[in-house]
């Protein structure tokens, strides 16, 4: 699986800070323990940046590319400063080309976004959210991509140049929604549309308390990943996950498949940890309702 490290993000008060800053120091520590970490490649989420968009993504790709040479996932409404970084990684480390995150399925940011496609022959992220906005389950997300699909190939952009992301909410406020995008995985290799698939997986587990987050993150990776989820923007810090990710927790792997299976699990024969993954996958699928003392039940 293809892991995105999502935590150079200026949401963050500490990346927040060292941007106003202009700290070098701590986004790049930051970066090197991702790229020691595993990640493939680098989310770089500046926020909307209505000022000084440009210059601020420029001075985030220098900033990273003078300490690793990972690709970039670009994150920015601002569509100058997904030119800016665009042009900046031309000059960058990396031989693997960015990525655009990302463009929803929406007129405005189709024609904003396509032309910085083809432009620089870039792939992108194909958000799942369309002018009625975020798909009620999985059968709209399978329409709303092929609409997608056959939007860009009015522009000559090729489906294997689009990373899917179906939109993951989460699961404190929007269970229903969590398991509607299980159901478009396990479906997706069907469409036969040749795309690649990609989520921002820690969107599950927002609102949760953050000693709670890693169990949601961790089991919820399990069930995309069982469905062929190719790529996912990740908690690059979480070294469990990222062994998930990398193939080296079979045994978690096949117990949290038996619990979406149904099959009858003996809690009793457990460990602490398998019985919260358990427990973690019947909260994830809808079969018990959220609550944060769901572990404690």
Known sequence: ?????????????????????????????????????????????????????????????????????????????????????????????????????????????????????????VPFVGLLLGVEGVPRDASERGILLADFVAKAGEEGIPPDRIWVDPIILPVTSQQDQVKEVVEFMSMFDDLGLGCLSTCGLSNVSNGAPTELRPILNRTYLIMLKRYGMQSAIVDGLDEELIRIARGEREDLEKLVHKAMDGEGIDLSELSEEEVNYVKTTNVLMGRSLYSHSWLRV
């Not at 699986?1 to 070098?24: P, Q, Y």
């Not at 090197?32 to 680098?42: I, P, Q, R, T």
């Open 1 to 121: 699986m293809i892991l995105i490290g999502e935590n150079i993000n200026i949401m963050s008060r500490k990346i927040s800070r060292a941007v106003k800053k202009k700290d070098k120091k701590v986004i790049q520590d930051l970066a090197v323990k991702l790229a020691e970490n595993g990640m493939d490649y680098l989310d770089l989420n500046i926020g909307p940046a209505r000022k000084q968009g440009p210059e601020l993504m420029k001075w985030m790709v220098e900033t990273v590319h003078e300490v690793v040479d990972l690709p970039f996932f670009l994150d920015t409404t601002n569509v100058e400063a997904i030119r800016a970084g665009l042009e900046t990684c031309r000059d960058g480390r990396s031989s693997t080309p960015p990525v655009i995150n990302s463009i929803s399925c929406r007129p405005d940011r189709m024609e904003a976004l396509f032309p910085l496609v083809k432009e620089f022959d």
